[in-house]
């Protein structure tokens, strides 16, 4: 007989999960009265700088300015058992001087998917850029165990 629990993924595990999904929910703050801010996005994932770039329509103004806010975003499989990487830490602006060279690098190495989740074609929508470089980053999978 078998039981299923849940476990944590090393580092090489998380980097597979994330080499190979395209598409999470990314959770916003707002005020402490509020729930948070939450949007499916697509997403691509920068193994040499364990950076999350993300390409967000400009139409839903519920976000507000997003550039400093701390956000946490997760991802998610299943291939017969589950598994989820769970990032946090700040959003970035991509044009900020600051980070303006270091993310073009990073855009280099990403593919960011166009999902359509807004009812018009992607080439009509207009997109902003941000990354998340996590101060956390931790994976969970489903493992089966003996009883």
């Known amino acids: 007989m078998t039981d299923t629990e849940s476990v944590t993924m090393t580092d090489d595990e ?4 994330l080499g190979r999904t395209a598409t999470g929910v990314l959770s916003l703050t707002t005020a402490a009265d509020e729930p948070p801010h939450t ?12 950076s999350f770039y993300f390409r967000l329509a400009d139409a839903d103004s519920q976000k507000g300015e997003l550039a400093g806010r701390p956000a946490s975003f997760v991802t998610y499989d299943h291939d017969g058992t589950y598994s989820s990487v769970v990032a946090s830490g700040t959003l970035e602006s991509t044009t ?13 190495r990403v593919t960011i998917p166009y999902v359509d989740i ?11 850029f941000y990354r998340l470089v996590p101060d956390e980053l931790t994976g969970r999978k489903e493992a089966t165990t003996e009883l």
């Open 118 to 128: 807004h009812g018009e074609p992607p080439a009509e929508v207009e997109f902003t």
């Open 96 to 108: 900020d001087d600051e980070t303006a060279t270091e993310a073009l690098a990073g855009f280099e």
């Open 39 to 50: 949007l499916p996005v697509s997403f691509g994932y920068d193994s040499v700088t364990s």
């Open 14 to 17: 998380c980097e597979a999960l």
